[in-house]
């Protein structure tokens, strides 16, 4: 069994800068990957970003070029920073393990951006 605890989000100002981590635990393996999706009132739940536990990244074209994912593979843990934060990246944002028989989520942490 894994669990997966969130932490960060929170409500922001435009233009600001987040980070939300994510901690995994319990039976992982070597081969995995963790990432980070998004759900707005009223919309699907899309991809924000998602790195292979061999370091390849992929980010959704909304947030390209302003967030960086990262991650401690010792723990596992996983950072999503996001800089330029806009309103439309408000929602909540799950973390997420896939590996083979295994698809975990997180609780869940609202982002609110917002003057």
């Known amino acids: 069994q894994v669990q997966l605890v969130e932490s960060g989000g929170g409500l922001v100002q435009p233009g600001g800068s987040l980070r939300l981590s994510c901690a995994a635990s319990g039976s992982i393996s070597s081969i995995y990957v963790m990432g980070w999706y998004r759900q707005a009132p009223g919309k699907q739940r899309e991809l924000v970003a998602l790195i292979t536990s061999g370091g390849i990244t992929n980010y959704a074209d909304s947030v390209k070029g302003r967030s960086t994912i990262t991650r401690d593979s010792a723990k596992p843990t996983v950072h999503l920073d996001i800089n330029s934060l806009k309103p439309e990246d408000t929602a909540v944002y799950y973390c997420?393990?896939?590996?083979?028989?295994?698809?975990?989520w997180g609780q869940g942490t609202q982002v609110t951006v917002s003057s």
């Open positions: 997420n393990l896939k590996r083979i028989g295994l698809d975990a």
